[in-house]
Every structure is written in structure tokens, then in C-alpha cells.
T-cell receptor, first 116, second 115 residues
């Protein structure tokens, strides 16, 4: 079975500063994919960034980057130059093979507040 | 219209009512999903459909009944719900049930309140 854990229920950051959201996961599969989703007040989950486990290079998407530590099963999200529009709930998710093939397992979420 | 569309956006129903949630996608995806999002809990997978065939029923009570008439539409029929069923119900789609490694596209959800 796959598990995803986000240990920070809430985080806050000043506008233009950098914040890191933590995520750890567990899977026995060797081939898997990790995601960060953003859920703003509009409720629609938006894919922020995707990481393939077999790639050692950390994924980046503009101001968003990840620190993927495969041995430690850690997958943190760094948001640089935070903007007010970044305020949302952030979910870490895992897609692995085996019996969870094709299904995403989500963490509990982290609420990010951005202060002007 | 593109993306994943869910209706209604909000729903209040009594425990004896029967209602349906609707989800529609025009992305050409072949897999669709229902998730339940409750406060302070991880998203819970309820059902998975691949090419209109149910491939997963994640121990969901029978008062929730899914229907997938074609690859673009997904319904969740509700009857005799309990107050603890109040939650945000999210629909999602992916290229295929075995291709969720590209992630899902989500709708905006239906906020359900059972009174």
C-alpha cells in the first residue's frame, strides 16, 4: 500500500519570500510518480509540478521546484518569490504501480497563507 | 467547453432524498474518478472508471451508486445519505486508468450537505 504524509497542516510566508512545503511517502514500487497539486478557494485542484522517480534531476516549473530525495522518500515543494495568488491548499500525491496502478494517493494537505 | 465540469456546485439534501452529481469532460480522457474530500482528511478514492467500465470500488457504501454511460460523462447517484456523507465530491479524469502518471485533471467539485 502507498502512503503520503504532509506533516505541516499550515504554513505562512511573506510575499516575495520563499517557502518550502514538506511531503514524505512510502511505496514498495521502484517506478512511481509524484505530484504537487494546488487547491485555491475556487476548489479546483490544479497540477503544479510532476516528478518521475527514475529521474534524478529535480523538476522545476517557473517559481516552483521540488527537492526529491528518493532514498529518504521525501518530496518537498519550494515556492520562490511567493505571490498572493499562491495562497491555497497544497496536496502531495503519489502514483505507483502494483495494486495502486493508475490511482493517486494524496496527503492530508498543507494550507499556505501568503502575507502582503 | 474544455476541462472537467461538475454540477451542481452546491447541493443540500435531506437524508431521504435522491439526487445525482454530474461530471463531464471533453479532454478525450478514457478514465474518470470520484474522490471524496472531507475536512482534515486526505482525499479518498471512491470509484474508478476506465472506458466506461468500473475498475475500482473502494469499499464505498451502496448508498453511493456511480454510473458512466460514456467516456465523457460520469454520475454519482445518491440516496438515503447520512450527515457524515457531507463533503466535497471531486471528479477527475486522466488519459487512461493506467496513465495516471501524467496526473489528473480535476473539476471544481460539488459541495454536498446532508441535513
Amino acid at each position: 500500500a502507498q502512503t503520503v504524509t504532509q506533516s505541516q497542516p499550515e504554513m505562512s510566508v511573506q510575499e516575495a519570500e520563499t517557502v518550502t512545503l514538506s511531503c514524505t511517502y512510502d511505496t514498495s514500487e521502484s517506478d512511481y510518480y509524484l505530484f504537487w497539486y494546488k487547491q485555491p478557494p475556487s476548489r479546483q485542484m490544479i497540477l503544479v509540478i510532476r516528478q518521475e522517480a527514475y529521474k534524478q534531476q529535480n523538476a522545476t516549473e517557473n517559481r516552483f521546484s521540488v527537492n526529491f530525495q528518493k532514498a529518504a522518500k521525501s518530496f518537498s515543494l519550494k515556492i520562490s518569490d511567493s505571490q498572493l495568488g499562491d495562497a491555497a491548499m497544497y496536496f502531495c500525491a503519489l502514483e505507483a504501480g502494483g495494486t495502486s496502478y493508475g490511482k493517486l494517493t494524496f496527503g492530508q494537505g498543507t494550507i499556505l497563507t501568503v502575507h502582503p | 467547453e474544455t476541462g472537467v465540469t461538475q454540477t451542481p456546485r452546491h447541493l443540500v439534501m435531506g437524508m431521504t432524498n435522491k439526487k445525482s452529481l454530474k461530471c463531464e469532460q471533453h479532454l478525450g480522457h478514457n478514465a474518470m474518478y470520484w474522490y471524496k474530500q472531507s475536512a482534515k482528511k486526505p482525499l479518498e478514492l471512491m470509484f474508478v472508471y476506465s472506458l466506461e467500465e468500473r475498475v475500482e470500488n473502494n469499499s464505498v457504501p451502496s448508498r453511493f451508486s456511480p454510473e458512466c454511460p460514456n467516456s465523457s460523462h460520469l454520475f454519482l447517484h445518491l440516496h438515503t445519505l447520512q450527515p457524515e456523507d457531507s463533503a466535497l465530491y471531486l471528479c477527475a479524469s486522466s488519459l487512461g486508468a493506467g496513465q495516471a502518471n501524467y496526473g489528473y485533471t480535476f473539476g471544481s467539485g460539488t459541495r454536498l450537505t446532508v441535513v
